[in-house]
């Protein structure tokens, strides 16, 4: 990071607007929502506390936007507002491959700095923060980021007379685009779904609040710190770790910063590339380095550990697609974890039949990686191709050729894992492992049966219905002919047959 | 018309239609029973052969009709459509075609878009089944078919009164009327000394040119390809009462065998009827499979055998009622021949050569079939 001190920052993210997600002024507003919601989730999260979050958006002037997110979370102390919000491109979100992780929303943004930097940059305004932690004070601040030092500066600190228990709300102006589909709304809805322990109310520019329902008070399982596991690592990774570690010798720095690694393993790894165990770690070569992550690969060791993720479980996916849609039939299937280049990562898929939606239209594919929505590159991600490539026709839907289906549903899918693959560094689309693409099927073949046992019960209702109304029709006849050949009155004769009729069609 | 049937027949078929259709349909309903009727089955698979009359009859399966199965709902009420209008034409004293009474009772059911009946495919064979099940003939049930069939010869009859003498008949001849029950057709002066029954109009019409009828003092009739009731009935009548012999000519190809075969023993659809339209005694007499090397006929006068054909040979052979040698060895040498010869064929020799030579020498040395 030491390097990019030097150039001046708004070069830099001038340069890299793309990779940092602020490539078109619709994508900007949804990636700075992105970033201040997932930072109170996750804080909220970390500190058991159910979110509840005030998002609002305020078209100030033509193209300017207001955004603010206020949320009951733990609060930031008065001390470490400047490194929460305004160390840029730093601190846990560029955490790579191999490095010690642990599944959260945050690590698939660029960071709330980069968000105020954007704000400050198209807008020439500083953020508003102000934040309150239990038994503190309620204070209010302006920030901005010094572009030529790359430091944050504080102006405008005060204290704010408040009853607010603890919470943090950063308010930002920037240059944006609203978009009424495939913009904020349908962002925290998506959201909304995939956390359906938070509340989320969001007042929009028209001034209209909506109000994303909590619908379940069980906060979802924290995730576990893990160590990387050999298998995944990666030779750049190594290096870094063997630089910055405590331990004294190669075989206590495998046993203890990798997980899965016990005295034998370290030995074999040793051995296997002919290094003594009692090397210290940062006195290894390069090309040593090398044979090291070599022998790493091939030294049979346990599997990665798997209880680090948080699935959204069955159950709250079941909640959640079915507070947000009028649904008429609702699955869920969460997967056991799997592992992909020795990462361990979990699938969860969610199903929503509604017979409001658009029955004659492809189906809504929303996406998710550790409960984020991904928003764009839909044809590129590996969750789409899983199911383009799933054989719907056999649970009643029809699928123009190697597309989505066509019918009145939405489907979730869920990615979770400490390192989720995407295939660009816009983060908004899940490479294709084959092992990642078997586990969405694998999901969706669950969910996809049920749903065809559900049409199946439909269609029998509809064929019952459609048999109810030509005995209805023919009754009509009968019972007029009936009354024509005997001279007996026809409601009578009407009355015995549609008794007759709804008997045996029970 | 309305005098044909006895007063005493009208109430009968009055009263089967109301006890049929319905007091026991209704009496099923109040018991909370199965909503049915028994059909009795006019397919090949209920018509047996009965071979000392020699005579197609129908066998007593029977299948349900229910109302509460939906795939039989709408026939169910399709028969009680028809029984109905049945006993409204009978008791107003009227007669109608099947047709006429096909639109009769067409029209559309309730607010939807589905009709009674779509088609008069649809009620003509429910008309059989109601005739079938009260053991009624159709024109107990005052409907007539549409008439075709025509004849001339030495024969006056009287027809709903009106004399009518058949050597008189010039170039069209008299149409055979649907009904020719005894109190509608009644056969007068005879002169005739057999009947010839011709399958096709256009061959008929050279017999009656030719004055055939008259040289050879017969009846000729033709019945429009295959005949329909009225012109079986008559002829059946007529080989009763009148004694006379009846010989049939049709083209030489499975349907025409099988025109020959109806009239002599009966058909499977009408195989309840049978009795009353068959003439067993009915003869052959072309055209035969082997009349084209017996007259020389030339290689092109001949059709080829289609797959229809051949698919229908193979059919026809396996009925019971096809079990004579004789017959079997006309299909079989027809097979071999793999051709078919149309009566008109013979028109090769000489335009009269039917008439003046094939049929009178057929007759006097009595080569025919039966």
Redesign the interface.
Known sequence: MAEYKAVAISEFFEKNKHLLGFDSPTKALITILKEAVDNSLDACEEADILPHIIVKIKNTEKDIFQLSVEDNGPGIEEKYVKDVFGKLLFGSKFKSLGEAGMQSRGQQGIGISASILYSQLTTGEPASIESKVKNKIHYSCKLHIDTSENVPVLEDEKKLETVKDHGTKITMKLKGLYRKTKGPYDYLKYTAIANPHAQLIFVNPEGKKIIFKRVTDKLPKKPKKVAPHPHGVELGTLMKMMARTNSKTVQSFLMNDFSKVGSIGAKDICKLSKLDPHTRPNAVTRDKSSDLMEAMQQVKLQRPPTDCLSPIGEDNIIKGLNKEYNADFVAACTRPVAVYNSIPFQVEVGLVYSKELPSDKQITLIRFANKVPLFYQQSECGIYKAVAKTQWKRYGLSQPGGSLPVGPMVILVDVESVWVPFISEGKQAIASYDEIIKEVKLGLLDIGRKLGSYLSAEQRKYAKER?MK?????S???A???S???G?NKEY?MT??KK??V??NE | MNKMVSKEKTELIIKKLRERYGDDVLKDLEKGNELSLDIVIRTLSNVLFDEKEQLITLGNKTQKRNFFSIDQARKFMQTLIVADACQDLVKSGKTTSIRSLYYNTKHTIGDSKENTFEDQIESDPIIEDIEVSIGALREELHLRANSKGVMIGNLTIEDSGDEIDLRKMGSGGWAIPSIVEADIIKFKKCDAKFILFIEKDTVWGRFNEDKFWKKHNCMIIHGGGQPPRGVRRLLRRMHDELKLPIYVLVDNDPWGFYIYSVVKQGSINLAYESVRMAVPGAKFIGLSSFDQDKYNLPKEVTIKLNEGDKKRIKEILNYKWFHKKSWRDELNHMVKKGVKLELEALSVKDISFITDTYLPEKIAKKEWLE
């Not at chain 1, 030509?470 to 023919?474: A, T």
């Open positions: 048999r030509i005995f209805d029709r023919y009509e006849e009968v007029q002919s009936i024509n050949l005997t007996k004769i015995l047959i007759e009729v008997k045996r």
